[in-house]
């Protein structure tokens, strides 16, 4: 575990803790016991309240407990941290007003619904999002987010983050790592990805995908996808794709390329423009066949499975076939040219690959959409503006996960490393370039990083002077 770097300063009586941000790789804490309430203050600096339904306004010190109806108030110079029974976190910064609109966690319809008036919080999601992933969300003035289990930043903005913005500069941002985004799902069942050494995530439609992704899809359902340079992938049902490789337009000299590897299952493929410009760039793989793009659309089909442990039964291997354009299936040095209408069997092992007469029933009985009919906005999934974050309206930031950002009828998926932002006066949300320096640099701590570690580390530096010392001695304000 790395340890926090911390140093105090006292400005004008006030002391400022300057935070080294580096993440503890902390889960949060242990929920708590349902009969407690909504939520549990974690740690608590300067003057917060909270008032319930129909009830008095009370003070809110570390341990408070926060109930559904609950607004909570967040002083000037003050911020909290709160941990919901379904051990998901959030840190409230200075001047906020949040409200706790809805919580249900523990029976058959987990949801949490929380409203933001004012200022602006740092969340990490728990487990409503893994039981329930369409059933966090959070409102404002401005727009609603929904949440689909993640780690995200999101801050009403007004004349404070002009001045902010000014104060802080334009400091680089880390590149968004989106490579693609789920279009389309029919039927039933829990599609999902996962990365190699990551817990798999649900994913519903404008979720994002990233490198390394496997993706797969339930017996009772099919999906589509969309990459960034433009290429599109369908899956069949009980079906499952790895992204193994996808660069594009990076902008560090390495040349575009994009490697896709069928594991199980059927897909249908539309080559994008990193194979219009150089069809060497895309390849398709399965077991140990490469299907070289020759600017293509193409069903892939594995009977039995794609790389078999020992010698296939017959009729079980891999099936390619070709409705637009040409590919190439290699094994080892055999090759055979596939032209449009034309298809190709691979038996598995050493055997090469032979051109068939007609199109194998296996493809004939492909039921998911043919990917060039899909239609696809690509300015929508993946299109970005420019925007320095002093303007009025809703700023969200995703560090991981997917939230979704809905105004009007218009709503913007963002994933790991993307950003958007929604306008005071009720306009259509935009994805950002980049996030804006507020949120990027905020010093208010994450709510995951807040371990009793860094509470006793604050218990330190905030203890009171001792007697005529006056409130604004003993506040703390992060800087």
Known sequence: MRRRSAAVRRLGGVVALVLGLGGFGA????????????????????????????????????????????RVHVSASGFIVIEFTDGGRITLRPGTVFAITRYAHGGADDNLALQLFRGGMRAVTGLITRRNPQGYRITTVTATVGIRGTDFDARLCAEDC?????????AAAPAARVIGRVVQIDGGGRLSAAATGTPDRSLVEGAPLYEGDTVHTPAGARAAAVLRDGSRVALEADAAVRIEEFRHQLGDGRPDSVLLRLV??????????VAERDPRAMQLAAANAVVGIRGTGLDMACAGACAPAQAPRPGEGLYVGTWQGAVEVRVGSSVVAVGAGQSAFVAGGAAPPVLLAELPPLLRGLTSIRPDRLAVDMERLFGVQAIDGQAPGLYV????????????????????????????AGGTPVRLEMPPAVLRLDPYPRPDQVTPEFIRTIEVITAPRGAGASAADNECEVR
Not at 36 to 49: E, M
Not at 264 to 273: D, I, N, Q, S
Not at 399 to 421: K, M, P
């Open 397 to 424: 930031s995703v560090r991981d996960g997917h939230v979704a950002v809905t105004q009007g009828d218009r709503t913007i998926d963002l994933g790991a490393g993307e950003a958007a932002f929604a306008d005071a």
């Open 27 to 70: 889960a949060p804490g242990t929920a708590i016991a349902q009969e407690s309430g909504a939520a549990q203050a974690v740690l608590v600096r300067g003057v917060v309240s909270a008032q319930g339904i129909g009830a008095t306004t009370r003070l809110i010190g570390n341990g408070s407990r926060l109930f559904e109806g609950d």
């Open 264 to 273: 199980k299952g059927g897909m249908r493929v539309l080559a994008g423009r």
């Open 162 to 170: 002009a001045d902010e913005a000014r104060r802080l500069g334009a």
